[in-house]
Each structure stands twice: as structure tokens, then as C-alpha cells.
């Protein structure tokens, strides 16, 4: 087989790539080792940033977005049994937010490719990248039942953070930073109406928690646990019990409860590859960089790596030029250290420390002070969690 742009991964990221390729007019092919119904059914982020909604805009696969996102226009900040809201158009210039699911930005996409854009292989194993350095890099796949290649002008790994892209790049040249974070999130699905209109970030000395929805009847809520947690030593009524507790204030309002139905434990990292490019192949998204979901980033971040991509590889088929391909890097490294670095910040002030003091405590309360007291630093939070621009 033969392709201008081999994408490695049918997650967001390498789906949204084939979608703004094709319309540029540039081939391109997409290989997913798991099956349609796997990758539709995936749980994952579901808060896009205004960047990521003008993306899905741009690549015509914003019809149901628009129709069944919920748009919001602030956060809400619970500590000390207060509650704080940040108002993000009013701090940013307008900017708002989108709660729309992962799973169906991956469902708009997927029935775009099939109905009239570039291949789409389900259940095509990528097991290698060979000759990267060259202009013909190849990738090696497995797909019904026998081995293949795929011959491409650029190859773009887009298959998240235990994919094989990475393992092309040279370990002489390529540089990792990480941090594992001493807990883990409890996440539940619930069938049952959100006891609120915008996400609630609460701090307290029994840990982090978190409502957020998936719509308007489904509750997506999470809960700082010990890592290792197994999630079946959290029955129904203890999950829906200390969320209550970690939510409480001082003011009248109730968690609404319902049936759990999805119940999981994720572990929290921040993880950095550089460089993000490595002769004819570049990585975008989770297969470069991963940010703990308390700042909402690595969807948003995928989408921008993507968005950046697409304009490089199209100016460079329009005129010639490789000079955004050359840069593409340099310009998504800048933003992946700003999110994670906003990401690790919102991290460490609302969760409690395991091996935290009352010193650690009070530093915590002092920094959510700072924020809901001080517009300046009000704003600088809604700026990064709305979005910063996209320099493209």
C-alpha cells in the first residue's frame, strides 16, 4: 500500500488528522488495532476548550456537537465550605467551554471516513515504523490474519501513550520527563440528571472530587483515592456517600443520586517525549505527552498538536515549504509544558497530599485564596482552562 500521510491510530487526534487532510487534498490512510465497536465505546475526556470545538468546526464534524454539547461558561471552586465560581467569558474576552463526550466526537468522526474520506483499518496492528529518515518511511502492520506495509511520504503516530510510533525515535536523541502522582481518580458514570450546571473542583481533607456530566442526564464524577485502589472495595452507596461529604458547603444544596454504571480507577502522570518529530515521522497527542485530567488538557492537547500538523503538512503540499514542518516540535512542546504545567498546578492545589502537613494545607487554601479573590489570578486560571490561542 501506498499513502502521502500514514496514520498510526483511529483515536480523536489521528481520526481528526484524516478528516482535515482529505479536505486539504492531501492521501492519506489510518491504522486502529482495535475494532470500530472497541474504539466507539472507549470512556474518555469529554471538556473541549474553544480551540477544539473551532477544530471540529473547521473539519465539518461539529453537527451533533452543536446540536447536544452543553456549553459553559465558568468552573465552580468548593473548599472551606465555600463555593467560588470562575466566570471565563468575562476573564477571557468570551471564551467559553463545550462538554461533549470523547466516544462521540470518535462516532462524528468515524462516519465521516467511512461515508466518503481517506481508509479507515479497524483491527490493523501497527508493529513497526522502519527507515523513518527517509523520504519512503514504511510502517508494518498486521491486518486479516497476514502482515503488511504501508509506504508513506510522513508518518504520524497518533497512537497514544503504549503505541510503537515513540519506539522509531532514536534513544540517543530523545529526552522523557515524567511524574507519577501519589493518588488516583475514582470515576463513576451515573444515570442520573448533573446536580449542577458547570464542573465542581472540590478540595477538602478527605481528598479531591469532581462532578462533571456527559449530558444532560448522564453524571461523570471522580473521586482522589489511594493508588492501587480497586474499585470493587467501592460499593454504590460508599461512592455516592463520600462524594456527598467532599462535596458539602455551607449553603443548601444536595447530590442528586442514581444507578453507577461504569466504575474504573485511573492513575495520575504527567509525561513528556522530546523531540516530537523524528525525520519523516512526528507524534501528536498522547503518544508524546500525558497530563493528569485535573486541568481538562489531554484531548485539547491532542486536538492543537493536530491542528498545527495539518497546517504544516498542507502548507507543504500547497507550496512546497517545510518550514511549519520544521517547527512543529519547537511550537507543540511550547504549549504541552504550559499545559502541564497548569495541569500539575491545579493538581497539587486541590488534592490532598498523602504525606502532606498542615503547612502543605494551608500553602493550598492560600493559592485558591489568591485565585477567588484576585481577578488577575482568577484570569489566568480561566485562560489556560478555556484555552490559550493557538499559534499556528
Given at each position: 500500500?501506498r ?40 470512556q ?76 479507515l ?26 502482515e503488511?506495509t ?60 469532581l ?8 453524571s ?48 495520575m ?36 498538536d ?34 502541564t ?18 503547612f ?33
Amino acid at each position: 500500500m501506498r499513502t502521502t500521510v500514514g496514520i498510526i491510530g483511529g483515536g480523536p487526534a489521528g481520526l481528526l488528522l484524516a478528516r482535515l487532510l482529505h479536505r486539504a487534498g492531501i492521501d492519506c490512510a489510518v491504522l486502529e488495532s482495535r475494532t470500530r465497536e472497541y474504539v466507539e465505546q472507549r470512556q474518555r475526556a469529554g471538556m473541549l476548550e474553544q480551540g477544539t470545538v473551532d477544530a471540529l468546526r473547521e473539519a465539518g464534524a461539529a453537527g451533533r456537537l452543536d446540536a447536544e454539547g452543553l456549553v459553559h461558561h465558568g468552573i465552580e471552586l468548593r473548599f472551606a465550605g465555600e463555593r467560588h465560581r470562575i466566570d471565563f467569558p468575562a476573564l477571557t474576552g468570551g471564551r467559553t467551554v463545550t462538554i461533549y463526550a470523547q466516544t462521540e466526537i470518535v462516532k462524528d468522526l468515524i462516519e465521516l471516513q467511512l461515508a466518503d474520506g481517506p481508509p479507515l483499518f479497524f483491527e490493523a496492528e501497527a508493529l513497526a515504523v522502519e527507515k523513518p529518515e527517509s523520504e519512503r518511511p514504511v510502517v508494518r502492520f498486521r491486518h486479516e490474519g497476514r502482515e503488511r506495509t504501508l509506504t508513506c511520504d510522513w508518518v504520524v503516530g497518533c497512537d497514544g501513550s503504549h503505541g510503537i510510533a515513540r519506539d522509531a525515535f532514536p534513544t540517543e536523541t530523545s529526552r522523557t520527563y515524567a511524574h507519577d502522582y501519589p493518588y488516583s481518580w475514582l470515576g463513576i458514570l451515573a444515570d442520573v440528571p448533573p446536580s449542577c450546571d458547570e464542573l465542581i473542583y472540590a478540595r477538602g481533607e478527605r481528598g479531591f472530587a469532581l462532578h462533571s456530566m456527559r449530558s444532560a442526564s448522564v453524571s461523570r464524577l471522580y473521586l482522589q483515592v489511594p493508588n492501587g485502589t480497586d474499585p470493587g472495595d467501592w460499593p454504590d452507596e460508599r461512592v455516592w456517600d463520600e462524594l456527598a461529604a467532599r462535596f458539602a458547603i455551607d449553603a443548601d444544596w444536595t447530590l442528586d443520586r442514581g444507578p453507577i454504571t461504569a466504575k474504573s480507577v485511573t492513575p495520575m502522570r504527567s509525561y513528556v517525549h522530546e523531540p516530537m518529530r523524528h525525520g519523516r515521522l512526528l507524534l501528536a497527542g498522547d503518544a508524546a505527552h500525558i497530563v493528569p485530567p485535573t486541568g481538562a488538557k489531554g484531548l485539547n492537547l491532542a486536538v492543537s498538536d493536530v491542528r498545527v500538523l495539518a497546517r504544516a503538512l498542507t502548507e507543504l503540499h500547497r507550496t512546497g515549504s517545510a518550514r511549519l514542518v520544521d517547527s512543529y516540535s519547537e511550537s507543540c512542546l511550547a504549549r504541552v509544558w504550559q499545559a502541564t504545567r497548569f495541569s500539575y498546578d491545579m493538581t497539587r492545589m486541590l488534592h490532598a497530599q498523602p504525606n502532606g502537613d498542615a503547612f502543605d494545607q494551608r500553602m493550598q487554601l492560600a493559592r485558591l485564596r489568591r485565585i477567588t479573590a484576585s481577578r488577575h489570578a482568577a484570569a489566568e486560571l480561566a485562560a489556560n482552562y478555556s484555552g490559550l490561542p493557538l499559534a499556528l
